[in-house]
């Protein structure tokens, strides 16, 4: 190679380097090709322990860092007549070819296997899915909504359309977000589906950098997504068994989630919102069961003899309560249908997102309200804990 070609090389492998240092958690392989005349020798580097990789080539293995990996390929460029380093992270390709030619580099989208969406009359072909079935297959297949030869089955048709629609009206949040990584938190994440549908969103979607954190108190559900996160590849997800009561989050949250989180945990998800000031929350709550043997209303009693009224009152009571805190917490709310109440009635989402300013008006009114229906929820104990805690940094000390 002439010096400036030399020089060249050197541009490209410091963007390899630099990729793979930063973008390991999204990292899949890397190959390498060397060829003169007609032979041809192959090199594979793949992900070891810690921040090393491993590297196969001519029957031996040995364990090396970014720098000693984008070494290895510079001095065999200068052995070999062609040299080709192709690097694969989620999401993208990189190519860099070193032949007597010179050197080139070429980018392109990972492409997934093209796979044929079912016909199946219930997915609505009129509309733009954003996690798109031909795209998306190994993670679809995995949270089992394809079967193997990659058609979606009749009985997940609902649940695709559900899980997408919501990433349709949470897209926004994250398309407008400016955070060098966005960091989200699943609260009571459970199977962990929306966890991994979100994840490939932000990473696969949008090309954003993104770390997921679900945090689950059944240890099996916690354990079943560690294993799905391993199988897809997607090691910049984590999973925890912990109680939302105690959980401490971790600076700089951008986003909390939850789905169908049972009763409390709702309130839970929300409290851990509000603790980690996270930019923006999305939230479908589920069963409501905590209010409905405390409130009261004054002067209508008589509406609420038939049980069935107490309880359907009690969930509007509840979600309404939940909407009003967070505004009295400082964030500006909206709440939408996300499907139909004909696939099932928990179809609220709640959407806020962090003002940083207080909303005195909001408390009073939420305070007032409180007041008069007689109640005390889960989300406020969390947010009075929140209130009292007294925490010392590490700035505070100098």
Partial sequence: MQKGEKNKLKLLLVGIQARLKQNRDYFVSTTFEFKSGNKKFKALLRAGDGADYVLSFQ???????????????????????????????????????????????????????????????????????????????????????????????????????????????????????????????????????????????LRDVLRRRCRIIGIDINPHVVSESQKMAKRLGYHNMEFITADLRTYQPPKNVTAVISLHACDIATDLALGTAIRAKAKYIACVPCCHKELLDQYTMPGLEPLMRHGVFKARFNDVLTDSMRALKLEAEGYKVSVVEYISPLDTPKNLLIRATRTGK???????????????????SELDRRCAENDAEFFITDEDLF
């Fill in 59 to 201: 029957g031996t293995e040995r364990t090396l860092d970014a720098e000693e990996a984008v070494s290895f390929f510079e001095q065999q460029a200068e052995v070999y007549e062609t040299a080709i380093l192709t690097y694969t992270e989620r999401g993208s390709v990189m190519t860099i070819t070193v032949s007597p030619r010179g050197v080139s580099m070429k980018q392109t989208e990972q492409q997934a296997e093209p796979q044929e969406a079912s016909v199946n009359p219930l997915l609505d072909h009129g509309r733009k899915y954003l996690i798109q079935v031909d795209k998306a297959s190994a993670l679809l297949r995995e949270i089992g909504i394809l079967t193997a030869d990659g058609k979606v089955k009749n009985d997940m048709i609902r649940k695709y359309n559900q899980i997408d629609h919501y990433v349709e009206l949470v897209a926004p949040m994250f398309e407008q977000d400016d955070s060098d990584e966005i960091l989200l938190l699943d609260c009571a994440c459970g199977k962990s589906y929306l966890s991994f549908v979100m994840n490939y969103y």
């Fill in 358 to 376: 207080d909303n005195d008006k909001a408390r009073a009114a939420y305070e007032q309200v409180r007041a008069l229906v007689g109640t005390t």
